[in-house]
């Protein structure tokens, strides 16, 4: 089985202040983690993924992850927060298992970014 | 390439009544996904297609819902009868192919049942 948990619901920052939202996860086999944004009224977008390779993954608008194994964590940064970042964040992890679960996201609970001018 | 196109994007019901979705994936992509997003919720897998194959709908409450692919491309999804607790977004998805990481997501259909 698999889950993801998202640390916190709600996130404030300043823009230009760093940001940083939280996802731990668990799985029985070695997952790819995804990091999905949501803009009010638009369709989930890939931010970035893991995928095995760098443990150290960049995305779009300057956003950036890094997958520490030992800690079952793979945190979203950004240096600084723009007004246009303000949205929700997915942590996804999925397992190449086989079976069923073969290409299967599960989704974390979501935190919702706020940018203060 | 074009998006994912999901119809209609809001839709308000009495409960006990039904309702369909459709969804329209990227040309050439095998696999369509349909999640259920409850608000203050992620999204939730309902079921995934391979072309116009059922790969898992484990979490498909079957008594009520039912979805198709007839022809491997477009899908629907129906809910008949709707509950109130049936109210969400429901969301489509394609990717290239099973297994294949990256899914490409619609903008939606809020369902709302009152």
């Known amino acids: 089985a698999q889950s993801v948990t998202q640390l916190d619901s709600h996130v404030s920052v300043s823009e230009g202040t760093p940001v940083l939202l939280r996802c731990n996860y668990s799985?029985?086999?070695?997952?790819?983690l995804f990091w999905y944004v949501q803009h009010p009224n638009k369709g989930l977008q890939l931010l970035l993924k893991y995928t095995s390779a760098a443990t150290l993954v960049k995305g779009i608008n300057g956003f950036e992850a890094e997958f520490k194994k030992s800690e079952t964590s793979f945190h979203l940064t950004k240096p600084s927060a723009h007004m246009s970042d303000a949205a929700e964040y997915f942590c996804?992890?999925?397992?190449?298992?086989?079976?069923?679960?073969?290409?299967?996201?599960?989704f974390g609970q979501g935190t919702i970014l706020t940018v203060h001018p | 390439e074009a998006g994912v196109a999901q119809s209609p994007r809001y839709k308000i019901i009495e409960k006990r009544q039904s309702v369909a979705f459709w969804c329209n994936p990227i040309?050439?992509?095998?696999?369509l996904y349909w999640y259920q997003q409850i608000l203050g919720q992620g999204p939730k897998l309902l079921i995934q297609?391979?072309?116009?194959?059922?790969?898992?709908d484990s979490q498909l409450p079957k008594d009520r819902f039912s979805a198709e692919r007839l022809k491997g491309v477009d899908s629907t999804l129906k809910i008949q009868p709707a509950k109130l607790e049936d109210s969400a977004v429901y969301l489509c998805?394609?990717?290239?192919?099973?297994?294949?990481?990256?899914?490409?997501f619609g903008p939606g259909t809020r369902l709302t049942v009152t």
């Open positions: 996804v992890v999925s397992v190449n298992a086989g079976g069923t679960s073969y290409g299967k996201l599960t």
């Open positions: 040309s050439g992509h095998a696999t």
């Open positions: 799985s029985s086999y070695s997952p790819s």
């Open positions: 998805a394609a990717g290239r192919d099973r297994g294949s990481y990256e899914q490409y």
């Open positions: 297609f391979q072309n116009n194959g059922v790969v898992d």
